[in-house]
């Protein structure tokens, strides 16, 4: 994406995928009581297992009729009303301005998502509505993502996603809190400047991501903000004038 980002989108690559890229979860991964159980887990790995022995059939005999799947009358009347309102989101001033590639795929995208829910779940008869709504909550928050991935966003807030990713891995680590003079020095070259620096701290400040303490006479980052001194012993500071704490 780095290199060939806008000829992908250019050629309508990206606008067939389902793409995601979710935030990290880590530090919020609290275990509750209760036992985990698995059963669902090991009867969608027989159903896919199901289904793929169903395709080495169509690959043994490639003329062997194939399953046709449709909308019932109400799920057909849904569809058409998402296209349309999908389609007049294109226009000045709607959700998909700028982004004509991803919705012009997004209502066939609900389509085959639907389908693919109704094969998995051995559905009888035609699509029913429920399925395709069901689709259509899953493609919509995929949507929401393409569009927060490639729309263009303020330079604050594209250092401040560079920024969290660079602290993401101090948070793996195990530590809790870093030196702002640490990433003067050591961070996102881009972010080496005290004003472009504050104002992505700023974002992730409103973003509940990190908090500014001070620790002695040291400005640092409190990178785990969920979490009080009280009930969380940090590991390490990663600091020029302290090593650990």
């Known amino acids: 994406m780095a290199k060939n980002g806008e000829i992908s989108r250019g050629s309508g690559l990206w606008a067939r995928f389902l793409v995601c890229n979710p935030r990290s979860t880590q530090g919020t991964r609290l275990i509750g009581g209760g036992v985990a159980t698995w059963n669902c887990c090991e009867k969608f790995s027989e159903r896919i297992g199901e289904i793929l ?22 799920a ?9 309102a999908i389609e007049s989101g294109i226009g000045p001033g709607g959700r998909f301005f700028g982004m004509g590639d991803h919705a012009s795929k997004l209502a066939d995208n609900i389509a085959r998502v639907a389908a693919l829910f109704h094969f998995f779940e051995r559905g009888s008869g035609d699509i029913a509505l429920e399925t395709l709504d069901a689709a259509a909550d899953v493609c919509f928050w995929y949507s929401g993502e393409f569009l927060r991935l490639f729309t263009s966003l303020p330079q604050e807030e594209i250092d401040a996603q560079e920024l969290d990713d660079w602290l993401q891995v101090r ?3 195990g530590d809790r809190f870093v030196a702002k003079n640490i990433i003067l020095q ?7 400047k005290v004003k472009r620096l504050d104002s992505a701290i700023e974002v992730l400040s409103t973003q509940g991501k990190v908090l500014l303490s001070k620790l002695g006479n040291v400005t640092c980052l409190d990178i785990f903000p969920e979490y009080s001194m009280s009930n ?9 004038y302290k090593s650990s704490i």
Do not use: C, H, Y
């Open 186 to 192: 050591k961070g996102p070259g881009k972010l080496r």
């Open 53 to 74: 022995k169903e395709s080495v059939g169509f690959l043994m005999d490639p003329a062997r009729s194939r399953l046709v799947i449709r909308f019932s009358q109400a």
């Open 232 to 240: 969380f012993s940090p590991r390490t500071i990663i600091s020029p």
């Open 76 to 84: 057909a009347q849904k569809w058409i009303e998402i296209f349309n």
């Open 171 to 173: 948070r793996e680590a």
